[in-house]
């Protein structure tokens, strides 16, 4: 299995621009998550699928994001319009649900996104 | 809600033995996770205990109390290579998604 697939690696971006990220997760997980990386505040959940379907978005940090999940094998994460606030590493990881994370989860190798 | 502390850096020499801990403060969980993640890289999974006690993965060890509320990731015969940042996490009761907490920076010398 080639793991998790994210997509693009590294993004640059004006502020107000558009900017969307994609993820393939693991061929037969059914939990996908977005978190975003910063020095500051570290690992953040931004949302959570189960089943393609959206459980806890409680992370998402306002309107400007959106995040979808089609089909069990692609996920996106959009921010409209993108603000300097928003650079940061973002991670897309997919899992066998489990009530404890005992099975982990596999990370994919993250956007770098940096909005000027 | 829940909180997770672990120290921010730690350094230890080639061959030695370092243990990275993480107190907790949170209502209840399912289980303590570590993950690993080299600069650049992508978080990858280590352990997990569901239980006290000590869960051992060759030269990598993780261990829970829940008694106080503490646990630690221990790495024996250090390499150089294991220099990265190690994350400890929890799924809170009631949820499906991990809380990771800051990280600690592992420093490996020669």
């Known amino acids: 299995d080639a793991g998790v697939i994210q997509s693009p690696r590294h993004e640059v971006t004006e502020m107000g621009q558009e900017v969307t990220l994609r993820c393939k997760p693991i061929s037969g997980h059914n939990s996908l998550f977005w978190y975003r990386q910063t020095m500051m505040r570290g690992l953040e959940l931004l949302i959570y699928?189960?089943?393609?379907?959206?459980?806890?978005d409680s992370g998402m940090p306002e309107d400007r994001f959106s995040a979808k999940m089609p089909n069990a094998s692609f996920s996106t994460l959009k921010i409209q319009p993108s603000e300097p606030r928003d650079s940061a590493v973002y991670f897309c990881a997919s899992s066998l649900r489990t009530l404890g994370g005992s099975y982990g989860y596999t990370f994919g190798s993250g956007t770098r996104l940096t909005v000027v | 809600g829940q909180s997770l502390e672990q120290p921010s850096e730690v350094t230890a020499v080639e061959g030695a033995i370092v243990q990275i801990n993480c107190t907790y403060q949170?209502?209840?969980?399912?289980?303590l996770s570590w993950y690993q993640q080299h600069d650049g890289g992508a978080p990858t999974f280590l352990s997990y205990?569901?239980?006290?006690g000590l869960e051992e993965t060759g030269r990598f060890s993780s261990f829970l109390s829940r008694s106080d509320s503490y646990g630690y990731l221990l790495l024996q015969e250090l390499q150089m290579k294991d220099s990265a940042s190690y994350f400890c996490?929890?799924?809170?009761?009631?949820?499906?998604?991990?809380?990771f907490g800051k990280g600690t920076m592992l420093l490996v010398s020669p």
């Open positions: 205990n569901a239980l006290d």
């Open positions: 996490a929890v799924t809170p009761r009631g949820y499906s998604t991990l809380t």
């Open positions: 949170t209502s209840g969980f399912y289980g």
């Open positions: 699928f189960n089943n393609n379907v959206p459980i806890d």
